[in-house]
C-alpha cells in the first residue's frame, strides 16, 4: 500500500535559516503529492502541491519537486520565518482508494 | 465562500457513550473525508464520502461510522467510547471526485474521553 515517511522533528531554526525537511513515498501508479501545514489549534492547510513527475510546487516561499526517480518530495525554504513555525505534513493522493496518506509531520519553531 | 464548518468544537464525553460529529462541506463540494488525528498514530483515514455512497473505508472497528446527506453534509458517530478514542476529529472536502486535488480541511473536533 501507500506510505509517507518525512524526517522526524522537531526542528529548531533561527530566524532567515534555510529549511529543508524530507519526505519519501511509496506508492503504486502516480500519485499525486502535497504539503499541508498545520498551525496550533488549527486544521490543516494545503502549502502546495505536484500533480506529476518533475512538477515544482511553490508557494510563500516554499518549494518541493517531485522527484519520481528518487521517490521524494521534499519541502525547502530559503529564509524561515518566526511565523513559519508549525507541523508540516507530507501526504500523497490520487487513485482509486480516494484518501490522502500523511506522512507522521515534523514540528518546526523558528527563533527570532 | 465559506470554509469547511466541524461542529462541535470542543466535546468531552464518558466512556461508554456515543457521539456524533458534524460535517458541513464547501458549498459545492461533494467528497467529504475524516481524519483522526493523535500524537501517537498521526493523521489516520476514517473514510470517505461522495454523493452519499461510502467509497472508502479505514481500519477502524465497527464503532465508527459515519453518513453523508443529499446536501453533502456528513456526520460521523462513534459508539461505546473507549479512552483510546481521544483525539482531534479533521473533515475534509473537495470539489472532485478523486484525491488527486486539493483536500479543504475544518478546524476540527476535539473530543477527550474520560
Known amino acids: 500500500g501507500n506510505s509517507v515517511t518525512q524526517m522526524e522533528g522537531p526542528v529548531t531554526l533561527s530566524e532567515e535559516a534555510f529549511l529543508t525537511i524530507n519526505c519519501t513515498y511509496t506508492?503504486?501508479?502516480?500519485?499525486?503529492l502535497f504539503w499541508y501545514v498545520q498551525y496550533p489549534g488549527e486544521g490543516l492547510q494545503l502549502l502546495l502541491k505536484a500533480t506529476k513527475a518533475d512538477d515544482k510546487g511553490s508557494n510563500k516561499g516554499f518549494e518541493a519537486t517531485y522527484r519520481k526517480e528518487t521517490t521524494s518530495f521534499h519541502l525547502e525554504k530559503g529564509s524561515v520565518q518566526v511565523s513559519d513555525s508549525a507541523v508540516y505534513f507530507c501526504a500523497l493522493g490520487g487513485g482509486s482508494n480516494y484518501k490522502l496518506t500523511f506522512g507522521k509531520g515534523t514540528l518546526l519553531t523558528v527563533n527570532p | 465562500k465559506a470554509g469547511v464548518t466541524q461542529t462541535p468544537r470542543y466535546l468531552i464525553k464518558t466512556r461508554g457513550q456515543q457521539v456524533t460529529l458534524s460535517c458541513s462541506p464547501i458549498s459545492g463540494h461533494r467528497s467529504v473525508s475524516w481524519y483522526q488525528q493523535t500524537p501517537g498514530q498521526g493523521l489516520q483515514f476514517l473514510f470517505e464520502?461522495?454523493?452519499?455512497?461510502?467509497?472508502n473505508k479505514g481500519n477502524f472497528p465497527g464503532r465508527f461510522s459515519g453518513r453523508q446527506f443529499s446536501n453533502s453534509r456528513s456526520e460521523m458517530n462513534v459508539s461505546t467510547l473507549e479512552l483510546g478514542d481521544s483525539a482531534l476529529y479533521l473533515c475534509a472536502s473537495s470539489p472532485t471526485a478523486g484525491s488527486d486535488t486539493e483536500a479543504f480541511f475544518g478546524q476540527g473536533t476535539r473530543l477527550t474521553v474520560v
Open positions: 464520502y461522495f454523493s452519499e455512497t461510502q467509497r
Open positions: 506508492a503504486t501508479g502516480y500519485p499525486s
